[in-house]
């Protein structure tokens, strides 16, 4: 069994990259690996099937009616986003963004946080190169503030639960670490983020989506959802046998699967409320960095990697060794705290 999951977990980590037509068909794949993942580990029941399809509606829905609304108010909202960016220095922009979002995301959902996102990075006139690297900053960003209260991302809701904590229990264990970093994913957007060569006020309007278009989105992302919740459940008895009993420091570093796999069904089997603070704070960073790395490691990733489509590759160029450094980083703030 545990030979046929690491099997599973290298096919996840490699073949988006390796294989084009598994790239361009994300979701499926992910979807067939999560399958085989339950099918190998032997958890495939009734109970989980329900599980799967149920846990990726209200998020679905969200990015549908999201979507709906931006196509709604497209026009005042480019107009908005165009005048703001176009009466402030540019990287200070970007950094109100890439901060902003992830301070609210705490509040509005990684889910909304990243749709905005979306909305805005449409309006400005940025080179390829420069919209995958404000996405994709921006991403970490919403991702890490998003787990400062039990509504932000299901990660927060089950840690919070799990501790048997009050609402702002996150905030209080790791607001110290996060708001630092969320501060430094903003002020490096505004260093590596260039002004587009064209004016904002005379860029081309983005094109409506179609509703079909919008449905198509959101049932990617329905796919892609319970795919995830597959995999986590499918990788649960790895988890078990090999991760819970490790040496603190080593767990961190290997928390970074959480690139590919669900974050939520990690700290779900990770955590407990015999741990101490320090160790539940280890065990959170690493996985809430990690996820920013690869598409499939959150669900603003997925979002607005289906939306503005960014590949695995295009994505891991920066998220990659992005990621790598916030976890150093962090790893001394453990180590010497």
């Known amino acids: 069994m545990y030979f046929g999951l690491t ?12 294989v084009k037509s598994i790239e361009s068909n994300l979701e499926s794949f992910l979807f067939t690996m999560g399958v085989l993942a339950v099918v190998i580990s032997g958890v495939l029941n009734k109970e989980l099937l329900s599980t799967a399809l149920s846990d990726p509606i209200n998020i679905t829905f969200a990015v549908i009616i999201a979507g709906l609304l931006f196509r709604l108010f497209q026009k005042p909202f480019e107009k908005v986003v165009r005048y703001v960016s176009r009466h402030m220095p540019f990287p200070l ?3 109100i963004i890439v901060i902003g979002l992830g301070i609210v995301s705490s509040v509005i959902t990684a889910i909304i946080a990243a749709i905005i996102l979306v909305a ?13 690297r404000m996405v994709v900053i921006t991403c970490f960003s919403i991702g890490m503030g998003a787990v400062l209260t039990p509504v932000g991302e299901p990660l927060s809701t089950i840690a919070t639960s799990k501790m048997n904590e009050t609402f702002f229990y996150l905030l209080k264990l790791l607001g110290v670490q996060i708001i630092p970093g969320i501060f430094a994913f903003g002020i490096l957007a505004a260093i590596i983020v260039r002004k587009p060569a064209r004016k904002l006020g005379i860029a081309p309007r983005n094109k409506l ?11 990617k ?59 539940i704070q ?18 603003p990733n997925i979002i607005a990697a289906g939306k503005l489509q960014i590949t695995s590759i295009e994505w891991a160029r920066i998220g990659v060794p992005v990621g790598l450094l916030s976890m150093i980083v962090y790893f001394i703030v453990i180590v010497f705290s």
């Open 282 to 299: 280890a065990i959170l960073l690493g996985l809430i960095i990690s996820g920013g790395m690869l598409i499939p490691g959150n669900i």
């Open 221 to 279: 992302v329905y796919i892609f959802v319970m795919a995830l919740t597959l995999l986590g459940a499918g990788f649960e008895p790895f988890i078990e046998r090999f991760l819970l009993n490790i040496n603190l420091y080593a767990l961190y570093w290997i928390n970074m699967v959480s690139a590919v796999l669900d974050n939520a069904t990690l700290v779900a089997a990770e955590i407990s409320p015999e741990m101490s603070e320090s160790t």
């Open 120 to 132: 805005i990075v449409s309006v400005l006139n940025l080179s390829r190169k420069d919209q995958i």
């Open 209 to 219: 989506e179609t509703i079909p278009e919008i449905i198509i989105r959101g049932i």
């Open 7 to 18: 099997i599973v977990l290298v096919m996840v980590l490699l073949l988006p990259f390796a």
């Open 93 to 95: 922009f970007v950094a």
